[in-house]
């Protein structure tokens, strides 16, 4: 499993980079990352190459935070791939609450990552349906 960072912070100018100006200067590097917002603030998810660095550094900056765990699947890159990883966790009964996919990839083929609601079942479940499951190394 992935440890993923969410971030909470204001709705306005500059205020994602605040967050990445930190990282930036303590050398971690963030390989996948998201965002979701509401009028008066957002949530910044990211996977860093050092989680548990990245939040102790950005706590002290005063940022509000928590780390989730979530897993990623490698997906082939042709048509229907999403469809069926999505129909083998619907067909287990499993909720999915978002998906966002990596930035940095060198095969090109696509990394998605998921924060579903049993980690364990759907882990196993999508490996017994041929779905590699990727590492923070892929």
Do not use: C, W
């Not at 999915?96 to 083929?109: A, H």
């Not at 990394?111 to 364990?120: G, N, R």
Request: hydrophobic share 45%; no cysteine.
């Amino acid at each position: 499993m992935l440890k993923q960072l969410s971030i909470f912070v204001e709705n306005e100018i500059g205020s994602l980079r605040t967050v990445t100006s930190v990282l930036k200067k303590h050398n971690i590097n963030i390989r996948a990352i998201a965002t979701f917002d509401s009028p008066e603030f957002g949530i910044l998810r990211i996977i860093v190459d050092k989680p548990e660095l990245a939040r102790d550094i950005l706590e002290e900056n005063g940022f509000v935070l928590k780390i989730t765990n979530v897993i990623a699947v490698n997906l082939e890159d042709r048509p229907g791939e999403l469809d069926k990883v999505l129909a083998v966790i619907e067909n287990a009964g499993l909720n999915l609450n978002y998906i966002y996919s990596f930035v940095i990839r060198e095969d090109n083929s696509p990394l998605l990552v998921m924060h579903i609601d049993d980690l364990e079942i759907a882990k196993q479940i999508l490996s017994e349906h041929g779905v590699k499951i990727g590492t923070l190394e892929d």
